[in-house]
């Protein structure tokens, strides 16, 4: 059975800082692209980061570039992300999202990042 999990959100003031973690299970984790999105309340869900099967590529939506770290750990099959000078703009549900010859979703972990 496949599973994405987040953890790692909660409440944090602004400038501070969460590291998001997204636990996978169920499938050939270093086969797959990881990427985190995000939804706030009221908008689509967007993309954030992505990171490649190996690990050695990275990219950013422009709005956290700088500020977001995106990794991999592929022994623990686990992705992260770090997230510091936290903006009430950050907040959201975050989400996993494992893609390759098939998409995967996470649950979503809640992100509010108070000003």
């Known amino acids: 059975q496949v599973q994405l999990v987040e953890s790692g959100g909660g409440v944090v003031q602004a400038g501070g800082s969460l590291r998001l973690s997204c636990a996978a299970s169920g499938f050939t984790f270093s086969s797959y692209a990881m990427k985190w999105y995000r939804q706030a309340p009221g908008r689509e869900r967007e993309w954030v980061a992505s990171?490649?099967?190996?690990?050695?590529?990275?990219d950013y939506t422009k709005s956290v570039k700088g500020r977001f770290l995106i990794s991999r750990d592929n022994v623990k099959d686990t992705v992260y992300l770090q997230m510091n000078t936290l903006k009430p703009e950050d907040t959201a549900v975050y989400y996993c999202?494992?893609?390759?010859?098939?998409?995967?979703w996470g649950q979503g972990t809640q992100v509010t990042v108070s000003s």
């Open positions: 999202c494992a893609t390759g010859t098939y998409t995967y």
């Open positions: 990171i490649s099967s190996a690990g050695t590529g990275t």
